[in-house]
């Protein structure tokens, strides 16, 4: 009777091991599912939250999209953006969830102690209502984002969007003005990918149609998405996509790129100072205006911010992150950079190096 019981209860405690055994197991397998079902879900958002988004004709808007490591280098392009500007400015921020947190302090912060002299929104990533499923599958989240800009900020004239190694170096008005001189047709801005054919990069390489000789670049663009909104921008991303995708390089700036081949009246081209890259003094300065009007726009392309193959360009970017909004724009600004600068000289883009003070030293009125 007792060797029975026993055996019985081993039986019954083996049973009880198993199902906890097969339970345990089960539980940390789904949860590891359930949590990458969650960061897949979180870094899309079809939410459009945007209805609220309202500005008045002559606001000024900073848009940028912000992904991966590029927190620092976002919130340095928008306080250059705040240490110039003489009038009030609105930023929109579209970042992946993870970054949401971290964007909403330090402008809240910023906010404060600059007596709320701007406005900020920080969205997520969204794609338009009407068919997310499809967005999602064809883009990678980040890249496309700008490309549906015209759709997601519907209640939003225009915008200056900002590739986020930009930064401004010299008030975003000077930039916003161009707007005013678009003709009847022309619904964005752009600056040319090259001043010189030799070194240009798409009549050379693109086995795609682009805009022009030399193609543009995409980081600085003003976009009236209004006339965008009228074009039906959007209905010519897909299939552009779809046709070339396999002979894009540059993601979204293709994609542009080839919309304006096929529509150069609604083109309004600027001058490269408005988004000087390293293409520009690299190798001779080939960027002319910047030289007489100095660069307003500094555009860190391919990582040149943080790379020592471009002193001049870590030097400014380096001046940005050091500054601390609030402080003396002289003093705790001008006189580092001037001095980085200095140390950074002895290099072809070093040779031009005042181009880079220009503009910053007219704000101050030190000349
Ligand atoms: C954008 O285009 C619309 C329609 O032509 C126009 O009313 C508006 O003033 C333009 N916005 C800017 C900033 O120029
Ligand atoms: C606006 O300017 C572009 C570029 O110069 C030109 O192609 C287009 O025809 C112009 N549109 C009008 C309405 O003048």
Redo the contacts with the bound molecule.
């Keep these: 009777m007792r060797l029975y019981t026993t055996l019985q209860l081993g039986v019954l405690l083996s049973i009880i091991l198993l199902i906890f055994y097969l339970y345990t197991v089960r539980t940390i397998n789904n949860s590891v599912g359930l949590e990458e079902y969650i960061e897949e879900q979180d870094l899309i958002s079809n939410e459009v939250v945007t209805e609220n988004i309202y500005f008045t004709r002559n606001d000024i808007v900073v848009a940028v999209v912000a992904c991966g490591d590029r927190l620092h280098e976002t919130l340095n392009m928008l306080k250059s953006a705040l240490m110039f500007s003489q009038t009030k400015l609105n930023f929109i921020v579209v970042a992946e969830d993870r970054l949401i947190d971290s964007f909403n302090e330090k402008l809240g912060e910023w906010k404060t102690f600059m007596n709320g002299g701007f406005t900020y929104h920080v969205l997520p990533l969204t794609f338009p209502t009407d068919n997310p499923l499809e967005w999602k599958n064809l883009f990678k989240p980040c890249a496309a984002q700008r490309l549906f800009l015209p759709n997601i900020l519907k209640d939003v004239d225009s915008i200056l969007y900002m590739d986020s190694d930009t930064l401004f170096l010299t008030p975003v008005e000077t930039v916003w003005e161009h707007f005013h001189k678009f003709?009847?047709?022309?619904m964005a801005a752009l600056v040319p990918e090259h001043e010189d054919p030799n070194v240009g990069w798409y009549n050379r390489f693109a086995k795609h149609p682009y805009y022009g000789k030399l193609g543009v670049n995409s980081g600085v663009m003003l976009m009236n998405l209004t006339r965008m909104r009228a074009f039906q921008w959007k209905e010519y991303v897909v299939p552009i996509y779809k046709k070339y995708k396999l002979k894009i390089t540059w993601g979204d700036q293709d994609i542009i790129n080839i919309i304006f081949h096929y529509h150069?009246?609604k083109?309004?081209i600027y001058s490269c100072r408005f988004n000087y890259r390293p293409d520009h003094c690299m190798y001779t300065s080939v960027c002319k205006q910047a030289e007489k009007e100095g660069v307003a726009v500094i555009h860190g392309s391919r990582g040149f911010f943080h790379s020592e193959k471009q002193p001049v360009f870590q030097a400014v970017y380096r001046s940005f992150e050091e500054f601390h909004l609030g402080g003396d724009v002289y003093k705790d600004f001008y006189q580092q950079l001037e001095s980085y600068l200095e140390s950074a000289q002895n290099n072809n883009c070093g040779h031009v190096k005042d181009i880079f003070l220009k503009n910053i030293r007219k704000y101050l009125d030190l000349d």
Excluded: R, S
């Design positions: 003709n009847a047709t022309q150069p009246d083109l309004y």
